[in-house]
């Protein structure tokens, strides 16, 4: 049973998982009413985004260590006074430079907050627990990409654009009043390793080329040749780094964890569904703005039918993994994904709205399944002394995906471009058509991964249902 304390912990690293989630993605819808208070073209605004996303995938694999080396509750607590008061320094921008440079120092204590306070609420949780402590820190940032759209159409269209940073004081303040009296400082432990520089230098610079490769794709117009380049230069960087940290004696990130199935299951699963959980959010506004001219309000209340989709599951969600296992939950979920995926691509200006918000509601329920059972069979077969190097791990993948979710999006409906202008009675929805059944597609390799994992993997999590807990104790009397 969880106690109070353990689970007002995991609500407040959901919090801030919350905030963490929202700033990556508000920001976007009020790029024409930024660039003109700053004085540039809306298309700069992407930068805005990007330094924000880059600098979370350059920082968290420092995570881990930082915890081991200053402990976590003062990494925790530092980590959201940063994010807080950078929030703070944003809103009051005058220039882009300032706010980008800003954004970066939001980045930096973002990708402390989340990684760190997550291994925190896992590290000290007895096995069976974690399923629920997991739910308890998911779902709120599932709910931000979604809410992100209405959220901000309604601030740009009735406010400033400044409080889309603003709204970060209260929060924060409020978190960091919280942690500091919820959260203990540790005991000493071990003494800890050098900082592995060299693992630092690969990874990081790695995955910022890697997030700067999708932040290229995602901007109309680039051309492929600086995408090339960036691209092979993170996946040249990416290799050297694994080959580095598989080497090392003390490496920054413990890629040898991968060894454990069900850790690797939730890396290459759950790293393809994030792709596409973070992409289709993002082409759901525009398919309802672009092609159907909805305005921003309207179309960001049916993407928030999402939302209500992750929550209805939520109740339900440890019953069903423990009646049922991880293995036939993350192959169903795959398969709503893939259904309501394919379902967007037919949707029309005309289709009831009440049919929309279905679709949008039963996706909402598969992604937020999914991504509980592949964040909670993570750490289910992974010893209490490595939770650290998983969690870190994790995080940073889950991260990447993320970033690239967008960047696939783009890709898939630049794909369907050709299509779109072959047909322009249909007044853009094809080209949306086909970026929708491009993300199914690549939604069936997580099901895939899920088909192949054994029939029991992640069982030491689970609380068996009462069938098979007479199963098993008529095994061991026979015994």
């Given at each position: 049973?969880?106690?109070?304390?353990?689970?007002?912990?995991?609500?407040?690293?959901a919090?801030?998982?919350?905030?963490?989630?929202?700033?990556?993605?508000?920001?976007?819808?009020?790029?024409?009413?930024?660039?003109?208070?700053?004085?540039?073209?809306?298309?700069?605004?992407?930068?805005?985004v990007?330094?924000?996303?880059?600098t979370?995938?350059?920082?968290?694999?420092?995570?881990?260590?930082?915890?081991?080396?200053?402990?976590?509750r003062?990494?925790?607590?530092?980590?959201?006074?940063?994010?807080t008061?950078?929030?703070?320094?944003?809103?009051?921008?005058?220039s882009?430079?300032?706010?980008?440079?800003?954004?970066?120092?939001?980045?930096?204590?973002?990708?402390?907050?989340?990684?760190?306070?997550?291994?925190?609420?896992?590290?000290?949780?007895?096995?069976?627990?974690?399923?629920r402590?997991?739910?308890?820190?998911?779902?709120?940032?599932?709910?931000?990409?979604?809410?992100?759209?209405?959220?901000?159409?309604?601030?740009?269209?009735y406010?400033?654009?400044?409080?889309?940073?603003?709204?970060?004081?209260?929060?924060g303040?409020l978190?960091?009043?919280?942690?500091?009296?919820?959260?203990?400082?540790?005991?000493?432990?071990?003494?800890?390793?050098?900082?592995?520089?060299?693992?630092?230098a690969?990874?990081?610079?790695?995955?910022?080329?890697?997030?700067?490769?999708?932040?290229?794709?995602?901007?109309?117009?680039?051309?492929?040749?600086?995408?090339?380049?960036?691209?092979g230069?993170a996946?040249?960087?990416?290799?050297?780094?694994?080959?580095?940290?598989?080497?090392?004696?003390?490496?920054?990130?413990?890629?040898?964890?991968?060894?454990v199935?069900?850790?690797?299951?939730?890396?290459?699963?759950?790293?393809?569904?994030?792709?596409?959980?973070?992409?289709?959010?993002?082409l759901?506004?525009?398919?309802?703005?672009?092609?159907?001219?909805?305005?921003?309000?309207?179309?960001?209340?049916?993407?928030?039918?999402?939302?209500?989709?992750?929550?209805?599951?939520?109740?339900?969600?440890?019953?069903?993994?423990d009646?049922?296992?991880?293995?036939?939950l993350?192959?169903?979920?795959?398969?709503?994904?893939?259904?309501?995926?394919?379902?967007?691509?037919?949707?029309?200006?005309?289709?009831?709205?009440?049919?929309i918000?279905?679709?949008?509601?039963?996706?909402?329920a598969?992604?937020?399944?999914?991504?509980t059972?592949?964040q909670?069979?993570?750490?289910?077969?992974?010893?209490?002394?490595?939770?650290?190097?998983?969690?870190?791990?994790?995080?940073?993948?889950?991260?990447?995906?993320?970033?690239?979710?967008v960047?696939?999006?783009t890709?898939?409906?630049?794909?369907?471009?050709?299509?779109?202008?072959?047909?322009?009675?249909?007044g853009?929805?094809?080209?949306?058509?086909?970026?929708?059944?491009?993300?199914?597609?690549?939604?069936?390799?997580?099901?895939?991964?899920a088909?192949?994992?054994?029939?029991?993997?992640?069982?030491?999590?689970?609380?068996?249902?009462?069938?098979?807990?007479?199963?098993?104790?008529?095994?061991?009397?026979?015994?």
């Open positions: 049973m969880i106690d109070a304390k353990h689970r007002n912990t995991a609500l407040l690293v919090g801030c998982f919350f905030m963490e989630n929202l700033d990556g993605t508000i920001v976007s819808t009020a790029a024409p009413r930024m660039g003109a208070s700053l004085d540039v073209a809306p298309t700069a605004i992407g930068l805005v990007t330094a924000y996303l880059v979370l995938a350059v920082l968290i694999p420092l995570s881990g260590w930082l915890t081991a080396r200053f402990g976590t003062r990494v925790f607590l530092t980590a959201i006074a940063v994010f008061l950078s929030s703070l320094g944003c809103a009051l921008s005058t882009l430079g300032e706010l980008v440079a800003l954004r970066v120092v939001q980045g930096a204590g973002g990708a402390m907050m989340v990684p760190v306070g997550r291994v925190m609420v896992v590290a000290g949780a007895d096995k069976r627990d974690i399923p402590i997991v739910s308890y820190v998911v779902w709120p940032g599932l709910v931000a990409p979604v809410l992100a759209p209405l959220l901000g159409g309604l601030i740009t269209t406010a400033d654009w400044r409080w889309m940073f603003l709204i970060n004081l209260p929060l303040a978190a960091f009043a919280v942690a500091r009296r919820l959260i203990d400082a540790a005991p000493a432990g071990a003494a800890v390793p050098p900082l592995d520089w060299w693992g630092v690969l990874a990081s610079t790695g995955l910022g080329a890697l997030t700067w490769t999708a932040h290229l794709l995602s901007e109309p117009g680039t051309p492929w040749v600086p995408v090339a380049l960036a691209g230069l996946v040249t960087l990416l290799a050297a780094s694994a080959r580095h940290l598989l080497r090392a004696e003390a490496p920054l990130m413990d890629l040898r964890i991968l060894k199935p069900t850790f690797r299951a939730s890396v290459s699963g759950g790293s393809v569904f994030w792709v596409v959980v973070a992409a289709v959010p993002f759901l506004p525009l398919l309802f703005q672009e092609a159907f001219g909805w305005s921003a309000v309207k179309s960001g209340a049916l993407v928030l039918c999402v939302f209500v989709g992750n929550i209805a599951v939520k109740p339900a969600a440890n019953r069903l993994l009646r049922f296992g991880f293995r036939p993350l192959i169903g979920a795959g398969l709503g994904v893939t259904a309501t995926t394919t379902a967007c691509a037919f949707l029309t200006a005309r289709t009831p709205l009440a049919l918000a279905a679709v949008a509601v039963v996706g909402g598969a992604r937020s399944l999914g991504l059972c592949y909670v069979i993570a750490f289910a077969d992974v010893p209490a002394e490595r939770m650290r190097h998983a969690g870190t791990l994790q995080a940073t993948v889950q991260q990447a995906a993320a970033g690239l979710g960047a696939a999006a890709v898939a409906l630049r794909a369907g471009g050709p299509v779109g202008d072959a047909l322009p009675d249909a853009g929805a094809t080209a949306y058509g086909v970026a929708f059944c491009l993300l199914a597609v690549l939604s069936l390799a997580a099901v895939a991964g088909l192949r994992l054994r029939p029991g993997a992640g069982d030491a999590v689970r609380r068996p249902a009462r069938g098979e807990r007479e199963e098993t104790r008529e095994r061991s009397g026979a015994r």
